[in-house]
């Protein structure tokens, strides 16, 4: 698209809110729980911020997911562009009506009084967003970036939660309804506290996902309870694509959310790092998967940065940062794995790897991820914040290993450096995200 014709259309976007001045179209939500064409980030309302969703879509600037895509592609065709927009445009100006794009049945006993449960009493009905697992007798605990949960209501107006960190304070997201674009940001409190996920709901069915925004080693969450008006859904249904992830400062969104340079930002990266939004999470999103993310700045594949010897192989067996309980691979399989490590390893100091105990780890690790996940695709990658000797290594011995077995890939990704450290920015993640879909889509989904 001409930035000529982008900047047009944003104009007329912008126009468009003026003359609406908060005047927009509503679905009505008696029995019947209706969504209209589109109303991308499913607030039952079609209005300029749907059309704005969709031009930031059409030019790459972010991605839409299947649901928000079905209801920006007026035709169907499977192009959303700037068109689709001006058509939501002309419809929150009544130039146009509204189109139904879904209507979905309420059941008409739902009790929507106010009610409190914890989290262990509905885990059947909530779906576990990574290393998710039980926390004694009423909790759940996830540890790593981008973990948590998924739950369906149907309910009207407020949902808060409960919950406490074990350790620093950090940053709780919260999606609703699908919104990936608007993602409520949270600042947790230094013991337990009520939070609210969503204000004033209108009444139908509403999905509440709630994540873990920084590292492992950061700082973990412990969800008690969630409170709503109304009833439990069924479960969110899970992606049919999963894909795991191990890395370091990078995997984990270190200092992502703050320009490089910016005096103290290595001292708050609790609030400007983001295990969510980083390139796995662009990816997983973009190819509608479920993911999980095993990542620890200065963690790498045998040596730390600056030296020692912590190292991710040590930890991705299990589900807390603390060590004490197995992961289950059996129970959890996954389709693909994604290994970005080594960074940290060329600058380890009088620890540094040789290249031959390098490439053996890279060998190593593989057999066991191959003992893990027996069916799935093994994705080496570097380069995000450049690629040191040792990186350098992994193309090769990653070349040798597909001699025998198929199944495992290497590609590098671009480099980014405008994040805190020389670390990649949000805008170069999302890049890389988009470099890393391709090459799945590609190399590993097309023929299946």
């Known amino acids: 698209m001409k930035k000529t014709r982008f900047t047009k259309i944003i104009a007329l976007c912008l126009s468009a809110a003026l003359l609406l001045s908060g005047m927009v179209f509503s ?13 991308v980030n499913n607030d039952q309302k079609v209005n300029s911020q749907d059309a704005l969703m969709i031009l930031k879509h059409a030019v790459e600037i972010t991605e839409l997911t299947d649901e928000q895509k079905a209801a920006a592609d007026y035709d169907g065709g499977g192009i959303i562009n700037s ?18 794009l879904t209507s979905e049945e309420v059941p008409g006993d739902v009790d929507y009084s106010k009610k409190t449960v914890t989290m262990q009493s509905i885990e059947s009905q909530i779906r576990l967003l990574g290393r998710t697992v039980a926390e004694g007798k009423d909790s759940i605990r996830f540890d790593w970036a981008a973990s948590g949960f998924e739950i369906a209501l149907y ?11 074990d350790g620093k304070i950090g940053r709780i997201g919260v999606v609703v309804d699908g919104d990936e674009e608007h993602i409520k940001m949270i600042t947790t409190e230094s013991d337990d506290h009520e939070y609210t996920a969503a204000e004033d709901l209108p009444k139908g069915k509403h999905t509440i996902k709630i994540v873990k925004i920084q590292e492992a080693k950061e700082g973990c969450a412990v969800m008690n309870s969630i409170t709503f008006s109304g009833e439990l859904a069924e479960r969110p249904a899970d992606k049919e694509l999963k894909i795991e992830f191990y890395g370091d400062s990078i995997t984990s969104g270190y200092g992502s959310e703050e320009p490089r340079g910016t ?33 620890a ?28 309980q197995t992961w289950d691979f059996k129970n959890n399989p996954v389709d693909i794995v994604v290994v970005n490590l080594g960074t940290n390893d060329g ?13 053996a780890k890279v060998v190593d690790f593989t057999e066991e991820l191959r003992g893990r996940y027996p069916d799935a695709s093994i994705i080496w990658v570097s380069g995000m914040m450049g690629s040191n000797s040792l990186q350098k290594t992994i193309s090769g011995t990653v070349t ?49």
């Open 27 to 39: 679905a009505s939500a008696a029995e019947t729980a209706v969504r209209y064409w589109g109303d």
């Open 83 to 100: 068109a689709d927009a001006l058509v939501v445009l002309k419809m929150a100006v009544e130039i146009l009506p509204l189109e139904e």
């Open 297 to 324: 700045s200065g963690y790498g594949l045998i040596a730390s940065f600056s030296g020692g010897h912590f190292n991710i192989p040590d930890v991705s067996g299990y589900s807390d940062w603390a060590g004490k």
């Open 263 to 295: 005096a103290g930002g290595n001292s708050r990266l609790n609030l400007n790092s983001n295990g969510y939004t980083t390139y796995a999470g662009v990816a997983a999103r973009a190819l509608d998967a479920d993911f999980s993310v095993i990542s």
């Open 347 to 359: 600058n380890a100091g009088a620890d540094k790897p040789t290249p031959t105990e390098f490439k």
């Open 155 to 165: 309910c009207q107006g407020d949902v808060t939660f409960n919950m406490r960190p």
């Open 400 to 448: 040798e290993i597909n001699k025998t077995d198929a199944n495992v890939y290497y590609t590098s990704l671009p480099i980014g450096s405008n994040g805190v450290d020389g670390h990649p920015s949000t805008t170069e993640q999302a890049f890389a995200g988009r470099r890393l879909t391709q090459f799945i889509e590609k190399n590993i989904l097309q023929d299946k």
